[in-house]
């Protein structure tokens, strides 16, 4: 049992790092990368590992109860709308004429 | 009005002149003055247009009614042979009222012959556009030069199409005229009917989300979920609910649904890793390119499952949607590589159709995906086309400042200033 609960807190404390290091690897992308769709792609970034660790981190240390039940139907909406967002913001930005930038381009 | 006196209830004459050309008299066999095609759907107007259809090909003088029911399902989905058999059936009975109406002809029976056809089938038609492309084609082969659209026609999902198909065949040669057609009473029996299976699948949804919330265990959590869970489908089941609910069917695709999403969350992982190490490398190594892709999944709920599972995916983003084309972002080149070799576009079929139908070649095999830009683009990239060249007009001004903007770091401020930046240059 005393085992069992020390695997439960090492995998809480390793999921929060993971999470952790996916969203700060997201916030890293969207301050490098050169324009609006490659931005796009870390900013979902950040929402599917990130906030997936985080809520699996939240999940296992409330245990099986609603509110961990809740946590996990967090994730589901979390991946439902997300890329919904992502695609909006992309979409907008193509149906406004903003031609993606490739190699070689100025940075903006 | 070009065509019979007694429709004038409102209808919108669309079609100009372009009956005049017909002599309304030459009923004569020898001369047809062409065909009429009337696109046919088992809606519940369907027995008013055929008669409508009818006296108007006997007043202006079309020698042939081309009933066509055009196919939103592809061959080769595994209820294909079922779908072909309703819709050829629904064309036999079409054809049985056109008849009878015929000799029910006040005087003598005019000579229109009636022809039915299936088309469509050997491919997914997503938009108003593809179903015009189908329908001209269609029209042209035959010698038809007047489409009779049903108010109620609506081959994909529940949105009606009316307009923009009546858009789209504005730009062909064809003239495009609405049957006055109202809907019978028999209607509300039929919607009932239907709405009866979303009602109960909206109702079971809702009611299980709201006890998952609540406590299934305390009565009181009961009494209120079904209230609440009453609420939501009167009021939302005709509108949550694309489809209609059929039973080994959607059981079935839920089941699979979940597992695709452990293998999801796989490739999730996987392509996530890739991207992170890319965007903590020192010298940023991305080559992002527009990409498109023809994929074979069916449109609405398949086609969103598809494009949403790809910009899950790091590294792929899907831009734009337009019928069957995903045009998709990618930042680097293994993620494209991936988004090649279709493995999201196979998972998504099997979601939805099965084990059998998720064996197809992969777009790279098919030659279904080009890249738009770089070094190895073979396509142009469609967003000159799609922007009518004004950003250029409106000089580069702006589009400096809109990337300007872009560099400050979050989308939805470079948004805002790109707007104020459109404004300026407006002014």
Same mark, same amino acid.
């Given at each position: ?108 | ?46 027995? +008013? ?45 079409? %054809? ?21 056809? =299936? ?68 209607? %509300? ?30 009565? @009181? ?5 079904? +209230? ?26 839920? @089941? ?30 991305? %080559? ?14 398949? =086609? ?120 300026? +240059?407006?002014?």
């Amino acid at each position: 049992m005393d085992a069992l609960e020390t695997a439960r807190v090492a995998l809480v404390v390793g999921f929060t790092l993971l999470g952790l290091f996916f969203t700060f690897v997201s916030m890293t992308g969207v301050l490098r990368l050169p324009d609006v769709y490659s931005r796009a792609h870390t900013a979902s970034q950040a929402d599917t590992l990130g906030a997936g660790f985080g809520l699996a981190a939240v999940a296992l240390t409330i245990g099986w109860e609603a509110a961990g039940v809740k946590s996990v139907l967090l994730l589901f909406f979390i991946f439902v709308t997300n890329p919904t967002a992502a695609h909006a913001i992309a979409r907008a930005a193509f149906e406004e004429g903003t031609v993606p930038w490739t190699e070689g381009d100025e940075r903006r | 009005m070009w065509w019979v006196a007694d429709t004038d209830a409102g209808s919108d004459p669309t079609g100009g002149e372009a009956g005049d050309s017909g002599d309304p008299e030459s009923d004569s066999p020898s001369a047809p003055t062409g065909g009429l095609v009337v696109p046919v759907e088992p809606t519940p107007t369907l027995r +008013a247009m055929v008669a409508y259809a009818v006296e108007a090909a006997a007043d202006n003088g079309f020698s042939t009614i081309h009933l066509v029911e055009i196919a939103s399902w592809r061959s080769g989905d595994p209820d294909a042979d079922d779908r072909a058999s309703a819709a050829e059936r629904v064309l036999e009975r079409a %054809e049985a009222w056109a008849n009878s109406d015929l000799d029910d002809f006040d005087g003598e029976r005019p000579s229109v012959t009636i022809a039915t056809k =299936l088309i469509g089938a050997d491919e997914y038609l997503f938009g108003p556009d593809d179903y015009v492309q189908v329908l001209a084609a269609y029209a042209e082969e035959h010698g038809a030069d007047t489409v009779l659209l049903d108010p109620e026609y609506t081959p994909v999902g529940n949105t009606t199409l009316l307009q923009p198909l009546e858009f789209a065949l504005s730009n062909t040669s064809l003239s495009v005229e609405t049957a006055p057609v109202t809907r019978p009473t028999r209607r %509300e029996r039929l919607r009932s009917e239907a709405t009866g299976k979303r009602f109960v699948a909206m109702f079971g949804f809702s009611l299980a989300f709201y006890l998952v919330l609540g406590d299934p265990f305390y009565w @009181f959590d009961w009494v209120t979920g079904i +209230a609440t869970a009453a609420i939501v489908s009167i009021t939302l089941s005709r509108v949550s609910i694309d489809a209609e609910p059929a039973i080994p069917r959607t059981p079935m695709r839920v @089941f699979r649904g979940l597992i695709y999403v452990p293998i999801l969350l796989f490739e999730i992982v996987k392509a996530n890793v890739e991207v992170a190490r890319v965007i903590l490398d020192p010298r940023l190594p991305i %080559e992002p390119t527009m990409n498109r892709m023809r994929v074979i999944v069916g449109s609405g709920l398949p =086609l969103m499952t598809l494009a949403n599972s790809i910009t899950l995916t790091p590294g792929t983003l899907t831009v734009r949607a337009r019928d069957s084309d995903l045009y998709v972002h990618s930042l680097i080149p293994a993620s494209r590589d991936g988004l090649f070799d279709g493995s999201l576009e196979r998972w998504t079929r099997f979601v939805y159709y099965g084990r059998s139908s998720a064996r197809l070649p992969t777009p790279r095999e098919r030659d279904d995906c080009a890249i738009l830009q770089g070094p190895d683009a073979t396509e142009e990239l469609p967003i000159a086309a799609a922007d009518g060249g004004t950003s250029s007009a409106d000089g580069g001004g702006s589009s400096a400042a809109a990337d300007s903007a872009v560099a400050s770091g979050d989308e939805k401020r470079a948004d805002r200033g790109k707007r104020e930046a459109a404004e300026v +240059a407006d002014e």
